[in-house]
């Protein structure tokens, strides 16, 4: 037995005594000897000769990948002609990984339709808000929408599962890849004329909601309702978004249920998103899927653990459970104004970044660049030569590591005492109506999670659906679209105890994206026992004093009142434009066992550090481990009788982290109280009770 032969089997016996750890388990580890952490790539192998094959899955055995992505743009090369499948190669791609340990996530290929469809059905094909019908050449030009184009979709899906769904070296599946562009023909507008017919039932009811005697708007005609994205009545905008969401649905579904009738149930199913990208709502798309996947990019600059932990966040509670990292740069990018690389160690920084936001896979884009095409000048593993990158010893160290933890890992996931709320309806209103130019919504929604998540260490973002009873604070910044179902499960969650701050714009706009008829915060005004008087865009920032020391307000203020004896303000605004001056700028009440918050003002970084603190503090709200020093990042993973500390430095010197207990240190072993991190280190601290 050579040395690598013994390797492969050394880690296969290691992965199979992981596979009873925890009923727990995520699906691929019930499935087979998958570790519960993997470390993967995305590998083209219908882009190089077979001859190349083993000489890259053996580089990806050192360097510890487990999983390989495979098939999400080759549709050509299994489909070569109408109905003529030819899957042969890609059965012996997924065959020659499993030799070395490796397993496949099969990626279907509808996102890049071949020559030969787009050539012979040219209705496949999207328009876009001009007119113009998109041509092959590139990728994603198909109409999602389309009758012709999902009856070619499942077919090849339909082809695939039937191929590998018994496959054990297959873990899951990818539908498409990263949805994205919809189309605006004469068909498309007819199916969103019969969905809004399904959703209101008559022409009367939307007029009514839509308030269409506005600008004489009034519609006598289903066919008469157009398509509008940019400046339309802002009911039609809203069930514009609505229906492009229902429809990236049911196209996935179209694929999802012949995956799933042909394949083992411990294959999972997922597709892989992009962060904040609002071009349908994520929580409506992920209610078929098995896990939640997402494409991790920096871009230009470096890791903004923040900024990258709200998205990972954001993934994890579209179905509020573990993800998957589905791609991340080894390095850098090709698309960025400045295409840097990250530093030396911070890739290994922002692998561990993931894993204790809930990632149990990390996956890098791509393996290896093709010799031609759009994306020549992307990070990858190996070069063109087929020799590693410098990058490749600190990705075969995250593979060491990933070995290392994962037994420990299994079975945990982050668990929080404070909620963040999340609205696609209303990140569209805003985004719509900003009011000031400058007005972003994610932004805001930042300005709350960054000073809340370095003093809780652990923050779950969740649609304002969610059941809530668990958080001891749940803050709803820029909840500008209420429904009726909101506003009585954020009443409820108050009057049983919880804390709910609601951040500027909040209750504005009802369910058709019409302003309610009541004041600010809408349906929750009786329960503030205050109200929105007036509100406010802001050309210059505008003084803020009190409870969270003197501060300055930006882009939007608004003027609040307490109607309430028992209402207390928190602050208020300094002299202005007059009208804010000396008027309340925040607001809070106790009710019951729980309490009500608004806060009118976007608040400057230092106010909004001492108003988490505020909250959290009435709350009681605590850190996971205790207070670290800056820069130092903390990330609670918990498990049946253990907690789980991933601990990553970003802080420009080393730090030494005092713990509240000796715990295990699983990566360095031993036992220890104190860890000591330079910047871009790691620890992984296990105790367990």
């Not at 028992?566 to 729980?594: C, F, H």
Request: aromatic residues 10%.
């Amino acid at each position: 037995m050579n040395g690598s032969t013994l390797q492969r089997s050394f880690h296969f016996v290691v992965a199979v005594s992981l596979v009873g750890l925890c009923l727990s388990s995520p699906l691929w580890s019930q499935n087979s000897s998958a570790p519960p952490i993997l470390l993967g790539t995305a590998w083209y192998p219908e882009q190089w000769p077979e001859a190349q094959w083993e000489s890259d899955l053996s580089l990806m055995e050192k360097a510890g990948v487990r999983m390989v992505r495979v098939g999400e743009f080759a549709w050509s090369r299994m489909e070569p002609s109408e109905g003529h499948y030819d899957l042969d190669w890609l059965d012996r791609a997924v065959a020659a990984a499993g030799k070395h340990g490796i397993y496949a996530v099969l990626g279907t290929p509808t996102a890049a339709p071949p020559a030969w469809l787009t050539q012979k059905y040219p209705e496949t094909l999207r328009v876009d808000k001009e007119g113009h019908r998109a041509e092959h050449g590139n990728r994603q030009q198909f109409n999602w929408a389309n009758p012709k184009y999902r009856e070619l979709a499942r077919k090849i899906a339909e082809q695939m599962a039937k191929r590998f769904g018994r496959n054990s070296l297959v873990l899951g599946w990818q539908i498409d890849n990263e949805y994205a562009e919809v189309s605006f023909d004469p068909e498309t507008r007819s199916q969103f004329q019969q969905w809004l017919k399904a959703r209101y039932g008559t022409l009367d009811s939307l007029n009514v909601r839509w308030t269409t005697a506005y600008w004489s708007q009034t519609y006598s005609s289903w066919d008469q309702v157009p398509i509008e994205t940019d400046y339309g009545n802002p009911g039609l905008l809203l069930s514009w978004q609505r229906f492009v969401s229902d429809t990236w649905r049911s196209y996935q579904k179209n694929q999802l249920d012949v995956i799933r009738a042909n394949s083992d149930p411990r294959q999972f199913i997922t597709t892989n998103m992009m962060g904040w990208f609002d071009g349908y709502d994520h929580y409506t798309v992920a209610q078929d899927l098995d896990l939640a996947a997402w494409d991790d990019y920096v871009g230009q600059g470096h890791l903004d653990p923040a900024r990258n932990g709200a998205t990972h966040d954001l993934t994890r509670g579209f179905k509020q459970k573990n993800f998957w990292v589905m791609e991340t740069q080894p390095g850098s990018v090709n698309w960025a104004p400045i295409n840097n690389s990250l530093d030396k160690g911070e890739v290994r920084a922002m692998a561990w970044h993931d894993v204790g936001h809930g990632a149990d896979a990390v996956s890098y884009w791509q393996w290896r660049s093709a010799l031609n095409g759009q994306e020549e000048y992307h990070g990858t593993l190996v070069g063109a030569d087929s020799t590693p990158v410098p990058l490749y010893s600190e990705v075969q160290q995250i593979g060491q590591e990933f070995a290392r933890a994962g037994s420990v890992l299994a079975g945990t996931s982050p668990r929080s005492e404070v909620a963040i709320l999340h609205s696609y309806d209303s990140r569209w209103a805003i985004q719509w109506q900003k009011h000031n130019k400058d007005y972003d919504p994610v932004e805001e929604l930042i300005s709350y999670y960054r000073p809340l998540r370095a003093i809780s260490q652990s923050i779950d973002v969740l649609p304002p659906t969610a059941r809530l009873e668990r958080y001891k604070l749940v803050v709803a910044p820029g909840l500008n679209v209420f429904s009726e179902s909101t506003a009585k499960n954020l009443a409820e969650y108050v009057q049983q105890g919880g804390h709910l701050v609601l951040g500027q714009r909040s209750g504005m706009k009802d369910d058709d994206n019409g302003l309610q008829p009541a004041r600010q915060p809408g349906p929750l005004v009786e329960l503030l026992g205050g109200r929105v008087e007036q509100y406010y865009a802001l050309a210059d920032p505008v003084p803020v004093a009190g409870k969270f020391g003197s501060a300055q307000g930006k882009q939007w203020a608004e003027l609040l009142s307490a109607k309430a004896d028992d209402v207390e303000v928190l602050a208020r605004y300094g002299k202005s434009n007059g009208w804010l001056d000396g008027q309340p700028a925040a607001i809070t009440r106790r009710v019951g066992r729980g309490r009500i918050t608004y806060i009118g003002a976007w608040l400057d970084d230092a106010a909004m550090a001492a108003a988490a603190k505020w909250m959290s503090e009435v709350s009681g709200v605590k850190p996971a481990l205790g207070p670290v020093p800056d820069g130092i990042e903390v990330y609670p993973r918990y498990g049946e009788n253990r907690e789980v500390y991933v601990i990553v430095s970003f802080a420009k010197r080393e730090e030494t982290v005092t713990l509240p207990a000796a715990m295990v240190d699983v990566l360095a072993g031993g036992t220890k109280q104190t860890v000591s991190l330079p910047r871009y280190g790691v620890a992984v601290l296990s105790s367990t009770h």
